[in-house]
């Protein structure tokens, strides 16, 4: 809990709800949050769904790396550091070939570096183009949101000299 409550995803989840599980968790899919490692730290979805995935150990703890559990969306997006999707049997582990999903990394508005990702997993519609569309747009809002802070908003410098710069203010309310 600790662990979950201290990393820097934990500030977008209440964009992740609104944006994706609150669309696509009526439709019998999941939505993942997972750490840099492939950790799901948090798991949505309808009770009958997530009951289902726990048969494959598909729950928040879970370390769903490639290398842990072979190929699938949200292992394979955090490994290549590209959007991707996996379709039922293209996943290595059996009983996850009744799956599908779509992931993209997050990364941290400073460094580039992969902080974690987003995930969607479900019938054969977690796979379409529209849902990985709708994964990769959430995960650039979810750094987007990361790039603001409570003290100022993060400036990149023009042309990449002198790295990021932090805008100072006035007040605690977003520009």
């Not at 494959?56 to 190929?71: I, T, Y």
């Not at 993060?154 to 977003?174: C, K, M, N, W």
Request: net charge neutral; hydrophobic share 45%; charged share 20%.
């Amino acid at each position: 809990a600790g662990y979950r409550a201290s990393h820097r995803l934990a500030a977008v989840l209440p964009l992740v709800e609104k944006v994706l599980v609150s669309g696509v968790v009526d439709s019998g899919h999941l939505v993942a949050v997972a750490d840099a490692d492939g950790r799901l730290l948090w798991l949505y979805g309808n009770r009958g769904v997530r009951n289902r995935a726990e048969r494959m150990a598909f729950v928040p703890g879970a370390l769903w790396s490639d290398e842990a559990v072979g190929a699938n969306a949200p292992g394979l997006a955090l490994r290549h550091d590209v959007p991707v999707r996996v379709r039922g049997e293209e996943h290595f582990l059996a009983p996850a070939h009744s799956w599908s999903c779509s992931a993209a990394p997050v990364h941290d508005p400073l460094t580039g570096e992969v902080l974690g990702g987003i995930d969607v997993t479900g019938r054969g519609t977690a796979a379409s183009d529209e849902m990985l569309a709708l994964v990769r747009a959430t995960a650039l809002l979810a750094e987007a949101e990361l790039r603001s802070t409570a003290s100022g908003v993060l400036v990149s410098a023009a042309s990449g000299v002198g790295g990021p710069h932090r805008l100072e203010v006035l007040g605690t309310r977003r520009p």
